[in-house]
T-cell receptor
Framework: ETGVTQTPRHLVMGMTNKKSLKCEQHLGHNAMYWYKQSAKKPLELMFVYNFKEQTENNSVPSRFSPECPNSSHLFLHLHTLQPEDSALYLC???????????????FGAGSRLTVL | QKEVEQNSGPLSVPEGAIASLNCTYSDRGSQSFFWYRQYSGKSPELIMFIYSNGDKEDGRFTAQLNKASQYVSLLIRDSQPSDSATYLCAVKDSGGSNYKLTFGKGTLLTVNP
């Protein structure tokens, strides 16, 4: 496996279900991200982990619960979601650069979530 | 609220023409700017990043940055049908975070054979 892999690629769940999205990066990067992509909206940053420590939580509702057991794996636990949470959830990773340096993101293929 | 604005398009150009994609941003202190390409049903992939005012060229792609005008653009020379995709402009926030990028909604480019 190379790059950033996400599973499952498609998920349909009811509002009372509990499910998890999984992401794994094989790039040796130290930072991992969850983004949400909805139709007609910009990519929205949800969470960032750096060396498995959460560094950003972009005011995400608690029905989304991230977990980062190590620098290579990232999960997004989902429970009691709403239909408006239906979207493409993208995982990304980057190698952090300090100062004014930028983090180039490598995205996974995404998990398409439908909440009924 | 930091914003990145792009014309949603669609921008339609004939094969072989120059496609010009534009982006303005509100965060005056931003220092790093990115262009990502996203094919339909696929994830975004980086095309170029630029930090300094002026032009940066990579093959058929040229990124142009004007920090005074808070404007960044992407030129695609000799456009090919395979360039048809949505192009996302992203700007690194100037605040303390080293991780926050603000994305535009993207411009849909169609290159007609």
């Amino acid at each position: 496996e190379t790059g950033v892999t996400q599973t499952p690629r498609h998920l349909v769940m009811g509002m009372t279900n509990k499910k998890s999205l999984k992401c794994e990066q094989h790039l040796g990067h130290n930072a991992m991200y969850w983004y949400k992509q909805s139709a007609k909206k910009p990519l929205e940053l949800m969470f960032v982990y750096n060396f498995k420590e959460q560094t950003e939580n972009n005011s995400v509702p608690s029905r989304f619960s991230p977990e980062c057991p190590n620098s290579s794996h990232l999960f997004l636990h989902l429970h009691t979601l709403q239909p408006e949470d239906s979207a493409l959830y993208l995982c990304a990773s980057s190698q952090t650069r300090g100062g004014s340096g930028a983090n180039v993101l490598t995205f996974g293929a995404g998990s398409r979530l439908t909440v009924l | 609220q930091k914003e990145v604005e792009q014309n949603s398009g669609p921008l339609s150009v004939p094969e072989g023409a120059i496609a010009s994609l534009n982006c303005t941003y509100s965060d005056r202190g931003s220092q790093s700017f990115f262009w990502y390409r996203q094919y339909s049903g696929k994830s975004p992939e980086l095309i170029m990043f630029i930090y300094s005012n002026g032009d940066k060229e990579d093959g058929r792609f040229t990124a142009q940055l004007n920090k005074a005008s808070q404007y960044v653009s992407l030129l695609i020379r000799d456009s090919q049908p395979s360039d048809s995709a949505t192009y996302l402009c992203a700007v690194k926030d100037s605040g303390g975070s080293n991780y926050k990028l603000t994305f535009g909604k993207g411009t849909l480019l169609t290159v007609n054979p």
